[in-house]
């Protein structure tokens, strides 16, 4: 057997027990790695439960900077006998599994084509701890140690990051560095140190930060000036709001009362959050939801009437695969189209796509300003990969000159004036109506908001025509609303390629990857990340400009591919899909397998495009 | 089809203190069924807002949808209004509250709205103490959908078609009370001396106000078999009291009775008086009105008039210490940290 060596680039796994304080240790590996100037993705697979269960975190180092999921596994660190026989045969040929060697390994799981290392990892915490808390937290800590030992990490990274996490709480530091320096201590002692696999510091990490999603999405509703928040707990979208909380309490205090420049209200239930974000932008004020699946599916009347009687709302949705008792806390880009037609009668949503933390806080910020200016719902599709892991992420960015574009909103002066209000009267001919603020002049401007059933002064009438005119106005909005939503990426790979690919969302970064190593073997493809709905004429171009698309994306329907096809009529052909759906993030090696199956012609039917997770190598 | 009424003004109309006549507090012409309850609360609420002296355009009337909740249409046209989707006003105007604590907040409900699809939100909103009025015009059926039984629909009463209802009541006033209703009443449409006091006293009162107004359906429901006919209510109605409101501004001339009499001063310097009747019910207490809700039920008559109410509520703003601003009002500057914070968020991440 050849072991794995290499430099700086690897995927290392802990499989761990659901509850068992893995997280922070698992992070603090991750964060260190970071600190090296190491360019890393880590990924936490956790089950739905609080305690008890198999989680797994996936750590991705690439000194080149990928930071998807690249599909499978050098290094296992198993601490979990659960999962055991999967974990060990999850490890690429030539790689390590490392495990707590107190009890024997079961002989039946040995392979051979697999590097075994055994740390004794309970008989030191035994013999070190007396409490059983602390024997079982420790554990975590001492294999971050002997990591360190194994791949040749810089120790005082590592020891220089405890202290800064435990600011404030300094009784905390000593124990965990001595923890660190037991396992540091046993590895170099017992074990060959390091392995084929090491780091060195390097300088690949630049200005970036490390950060979750949904919290980039919280400060994103801080900036954007959100004032209402309203919601109803759901993985994987309840830390949007925590993070908003978290930050409001810190800048939204009035210095002179003391008093909340905000308002958060946890709702009986999805329709009620919806609904008061509804009431709070009818109102003026800036509103948001943080919702996932199961709640976009309870938000979808209201959703439909916010449409049709053209209220500013906000909806950040973190998808997770389907149903509500599916698996929650799996990833998927699966809302797409339900997210896309929300709402009974003829309905189209804006949906805006980002795919990093950066972009959570810019398009987070700015769907405050679409909502207003474009009169309609605005829903942001992130997914559970982006909302709830650390990503490496361009820092965030304000610029202090900015204002929030209020869209158009008659005041008190243009109605006493005698400037003419219709609340669905087309002034300007972008499709766009006045709206004015309840309160706002007490014998001007006050209209009655319902559905439809009304004319272009909100008067009540079932005139056939006028709904009609009024569902044609709508269509010339959404042509208005293509010249607003963010525009494509293109990556042009220079050879004039007539094939290319279109992703979106979290499938970024794996496809960037996999075009790549296609382009090492030599395909080269043009590709394009689309960022909002409705597609705006680049996008319409691009596929134009193509023979063949290929849509890389994380569900089984090929959700984004339909809408495409449903959007700019195109035929089957044209737009082949590559798809995964087993609830892990999408990895280059898989996208890489199914773009050269398609090309070589002999793509297994859709049914079994996709196998299981792992089936990636 | 709905029309403005014309607004023509004669000369010889009574103003109140802002010098509006009653006329700017009406809305367009009903198109409900000639004799139908609801129009007569919104005559009610026409009166009460008038009287009350009340900015036409500080109001927002909210609702669902039924008959009732088209009604909003029907009174203040100066107001902005809001007919929302089926069950969820509460919702709307929790939001909407949340956004300009400055503007009075007038949600009208029926009882399908509110006692079968809007239960939840219905609880919820009575338990957040949202301080809104919340009326419900309570026909014991689905007026728009034609006719269908309703969960207030007393046991044993008979719809036009002719089959008794088999399933127990819904209270509304109990339920409110249950989920932390800190203001409850109920009233009947025929009763206009009785229910324009209540809605100023629930206008007046800071938290969630419920007036349960049984309002006959003339088309569905007014017959003899049914225990929301006009009919029925008229003879089985028994009121806790004659509720009389006395506005702050107002100098205080009446003549009120000793021991007969409770005056209650309302947030704003206003005051309510109640003569009470009956001796069982205290309706600052609520155990005592919980249990007078229980001994009506019993003896089937209808407990009409205040039935309680909470001196000393706080109401959601209060609790969630928001601003005294209105959210709406705040601006960049006041909402917007910066690039320097930002700056040293991305610090900590690193
Ligand atoms: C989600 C939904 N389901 C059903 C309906 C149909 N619907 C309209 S009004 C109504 C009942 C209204 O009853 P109530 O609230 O008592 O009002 P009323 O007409 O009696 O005043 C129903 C079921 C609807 N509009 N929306
Ligand atoms: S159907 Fe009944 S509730 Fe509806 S308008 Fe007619 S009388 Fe009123
Ligand atoms: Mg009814």
Redesign the pocket.
């Known amino acids: 057997m050849k072991p794995i060596e290499s430099l700086n680039d690897f995927v290392i796994k802990f499989a761990n027990v659901n509850g068992t304080g893995s997280a922070s240790a698992n992070n603090l590996f991750a964060k260190a790695l970071f600190r090296m100037g190491l360019p890393v993705c880590p990924k936490n697979i956790f089950p739905s439960n609080i305690q008890g269960l198999p989680t797994w975190y996936e750590v991705r180092v690439s000194e080149k900077g990928y930071l998807g999921r690249r599909g499978g596994t050098d290094i296992v660190l198993s601490v979990n006998p659960q999962s055991m026989a999967q974990d060990i045969q999850d490890v690429e040929p030539g790689g390590y599994f490392i495990y707590d060697n107190t009890k024997p390994l079961d002989l039946r799981l040995l392979r051979n084509d697999v590097n075994i290392i055994g740390i004794p990892l309970t008989l030191i915490c035994n013999e070190q701890y007396k409490d059983p808390r602390q024997r079982q937290l420790f554990k975590n800590v001492i294999y971050v140690g002997a990591l360190a030992a194994l791949l040749d990490m810089d120790f005082k990274v590592l020891t220089d990051l405890v202290e800064d996490q435990f600011k404030g709480k300094e009784k905390l530091v000593l124990p965990n560095i001595h923890a660190l320096e037991l396992g540091h201590q046993y590895a170099r002692t017992n074990l060959e140190c390091p392995i084929g696999i090491r780091v060195q510091t390097s300088d690949k990490v630049g200005d970036k930060i490390l950060l979750d999603g949904n919290t980039a999405l919280g400060l994103g509703a801080i900036y954007g000036g959100a004032t209402v928040a309203a919601w109803y707990p759901i993985t994987p979208s309840t830390s949007v709001v925590d993070a908003y909380e978290k930050y409001a309490r810190r800048v939204r205090i009035d210095p002179g009362t003391g008093r909340r420049n905000y308002a958060i209200v946890q709702a009986e239930d999805e329709l009620s959050a919806i609904g008061m974000v509804i009431g709070a932008s009818w109102n003026g004020a800036r509103a948001f939801t943080a919702t996932s699946g199961p709640g976009v599916s309870l938000m979808s ?1 209201f959703l439909g009437l916010a449409y049709f009687a053209e209220i500013p709302t906000v909806l950040f949705n973190v998808q997770r695969a389907g149903p509500s008792t599916g698996m929650p806390t799996r990833t998927q880009q699966s809302d797409v189209l339900s997210a896309a037609y929300a709402s009974h009668g003829d309905t189209k949503q804006v949906l805006l796509f980002p795919s990093t933390p950066k972009e959570c806080f810019d398009f987070g910020a700015l769907s405050f300003d679409l909502a207003e200016r474009l009169q309609t719902p605005i829903i942001l599709m992130t997914d559970l990969d982006l909302g709830m892991n650390d990503n490496m992420s361009e820092p965030l960015a304000w610029d202090d000159d900015r204002e929030f574009d209020r869209g158009k909103v008659m005041t008190a002066e243009q109605l006493e004036e005698g400037v003419e209000f219709g609340r669905y009267l087309d002034v300007d001919g972008d499709a766009i109506c006045y709206r004015t603020y309840p309160g706002t002049h007490h014998n001007k401007g006050a209209f009655f908001t319902r559905g439809t059933s009304r004319d272009e002064y909100a008067i009540y009438t079932e005139k056939g025509e006028e709904y009609e005119k009024n569902m044609l106005r709508l269509m010339r909005k959404w042509e208005t609303i293509k010249e607003y939503v963010p525009g494509p990426e293109i990556v042009d790979c220079g050879k004039k390629a007539d094939t290319a690919v279109l992703y979106y969302g979290t499938s970024e970064e794996s496809s960037r990857e996999a075009l790549d190593y296609l382009a090492e073997e030599g395909v080269h493809l043009d590709a394009m990340r689309v960022r909002s709905f409705p597609f705006n004429q680049e996008v319409e171009d691009f596929i134009d400009q193509h023979k063949q698309v290929f849509v890389i994306e994380q569900n089984r329907d090929a959700q984004l591919r339909t809408l495409l096809m449903a959007e700019f009529e195109l035929g089957p052909d044209k737009l082949k899909s590559v798809l995964c759906f087993d609830g892990t993030p999408i990895s280059a090696r898989n996208i890489r397998k199914q773009i050269k199956q398609h090309l070589s012609g002999n793509n297994v039917t859709p049914l079994h495009r996709n196998i299981v997770a792992g089936d990636t190598k | 089809m709905s029309y403005q009424i014309p607004k023509f003004r004669h000369p010889d109309l009574p103003v109140n203190d802002l010098g509006y006549t009653k006329a700017d507090y009406e809305g367009s012409i009903s198109s409900l069924c000639a004799g139908c309850g ?1 129009d007569s609360i919104s005559g009610a609420i026409v009166m009460a807002c008038h009287e009350l002296s009340i900015e036409p355009h500080k109001i927002a009337k909210l609702s ?8 909003p249409t029907y009174f203040l046209g100066n107001s902005h209004g809001f007919n929302s ?3 969820r006003m509460p919702s709307v105007v929790t939001g909407a509250a949340m956004a300009n604590r400055d503007l009075m907040y007038l949600g009208v ?10 239960m939840g939100q219905f609880a919820h909103v009575a338990r957040r103490n949202l301080n809104m009025v919340y009326i419900v ?9 034609k006719g ?1 039984d ?1 969960a ?1 629909a007393d046991e044993g009463s008979a719809s036009k078609k002719g089959d008794a209802n088999v399933y127990s009541a819904i209270d509304l006033c109990g339920t409110a009370l249950q989920m932390g209703a800190t203001f409850v009443a109920r009233s009947f449409s025929g009763d206009k001396g009785q229910l324009v006091p209540l809605i100023k006293a629930a206008i007046t009162h800071r938290g969630f106000a419920l007036i349960d107004v049984i ?1 006959p ?1 003339v088309t ?1 429901n007014n017959n003899p078999g049914s225990t929301k006919s006009y009919e029925f209510v008229r003879e089985h109605a028994e009121a806790t009291g004659t509720v009389d409101f006395v506005p702050m501004r107002r100098e205080i001339t009446t003549d009120y009775k000793p021991g007969f009499s409770h005056e209650v001063t309302m947030h704003d310097g206003s005051s309510i008086h109640l003569y009470k009747v009956d001796e069982e019910l205290d309706p600052f207490n609520r155990r005592s009105a919980m249990m007078t809700l229980e001994d009506h039920r019993e003896t089937g008559s209808i407990l009409t008039g205040l039935i309680y109410m909470d001196r000393d509520s706080r109401d959601l703003h209060d609790v969630l210490e928001t601003s005294q601003r209105p959210l709406n009002e705040l601006r960049e500057g006041d909402l917007c940290p910066g690039n320097k914070m930002l700056e040293n968020i991305n610090a900590s991440l690193r």
């Open positions: 009347e | 609801h669902g949808i039924g008959c009732s909740s088209k009604s989707v089926h069950g409900s029926g009882d399908g709205d509110t006692a079968s699809i809007g015009m309570n026909n014991g059926c689905y007026g728009l959908t269908q309703s207030t309002s359906c569905f």
